[in-house]
């Protein structure tokens, strides 16, 4: 299979609107409960910081970091996502920019104290491009925190084996070092295709290294023991993460 970023930014248009359909001022309870804490965590603190939001998306998180006081640039490649994430802006207070984050040439060179990325990067054909593009676009000690789908566990095929009555007995990894293209049905009950792209640990600590960043951190994020009491629905993913979140910095 092969597919280029436009083609891919073509299903995100398509999906925008049934992709944020769940969406609240948290971006959701996925995001409320396990991706936003560890963002905020390796982000620090954040007012009065310049900061880049590559891969926008509807703007959820642009607007949380912008009531904790930062300035902020958002940038999506998806017009319909742009759309939605002004109408749900409603003040002045992020600069919306469209554009492939792979490429941002319209923003000039060492201008963000911090840039964040939330499950985007495994979205990028050319993710080494886009990676080096934060390293050109930070401040000296800058920091890049960004989140994708833990690729140790969800690779191309992986999903849950159930028994004979459909209940889950656990969870399968397969192809872990095909590296390239996959797609998903997104909803998973919908004949909408999400495209991601599967790289290796390996290969994403090569292009950070490439790049010129340090990795200082990385979560693994599960649910504490309070949301596991308000949304026991998480108690499966602590057999394994869905997400990893990593923070590199620039060092001067
Ligand atoms: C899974 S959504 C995440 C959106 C947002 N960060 C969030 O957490 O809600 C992925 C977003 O990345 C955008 N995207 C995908 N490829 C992109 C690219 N090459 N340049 C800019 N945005 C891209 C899509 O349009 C979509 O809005």
């Not at 998306?57 to 490649?77: C, F, H, K, N, P």
């Not at 742009?82 to 060179?109: C, Q, V, W």
């Not at 000690?141 to 989140?147: C, I």
């Not at 010129?212 to 009491?229: Q, R, V, W, Y």
Request: glycine share 6%.
């Amino acid at each position: 299979m092969k597919m280029s970023t436009e083609e891919a930014i073509m299903r995100w248009n398509k999906a925008a609107d049934s992709f944020i359909s769940n969406y609240d001022e948290n971006g959701g309870v996925n995001r409320k409960v396990l991706l936003n804490p560890a963002i905020f965590e390796l982000l620090g603190e954040v007012s009065g910081k310049v900061l880049l939001d590559a891969g926008c998306g509807e703007g959820y998180l642009s607007r949380i970091l912008a009531q904790q006081g930062a300035s902020i640039t958002a940038v999506d490649y998806s017009e319909r996502m742009l759309e939605l994430a002004k109408e749900r802006t409603t003040d002045n207070s992020i600069k919306y920019e469209f554009g492939n984050i792979e490429n941002m040439h319209f923003l000039p060179s060492q201008s963000f104290d911090k840039i964040v990325s939330n499950m985007v990067i495994q979205d990028l054909e050319k993710y080494e491009l886009a990676i080096k593009e934060m390293y050109r676009l930070l401040k000296r000690d800058g920091t890049f925190v960004f989140s994708i789908l833990h690729p140790c566990f969800i690779t191309p095929n992986s999903g849950w084996i159930k028994d004979t009555k459909g209940q889950k007995l656990y969870w399968k990894v397969d192809r872990y070092f095909y590296e390239g293209v996959y797609d998903q049905n997104f909803p998973a009950n919908s004949d909408e295709k999400v495209v991601y792209y599967h790289r290796t640990l390996m290969s994403y600590m090569k292009t950070f290294r490439n790049a010129g960043f340090t990795l200082n951190d990385i979560i693994e994020p599960k649910a504490s023991s309070e949301d596991l009491l308000l949304y026991p629905k998480f108690k499966e993913d602590l057999n394994c993460p869905n997400f990893i979140v990593f923070q590199l910095s620039k060092k001067g």
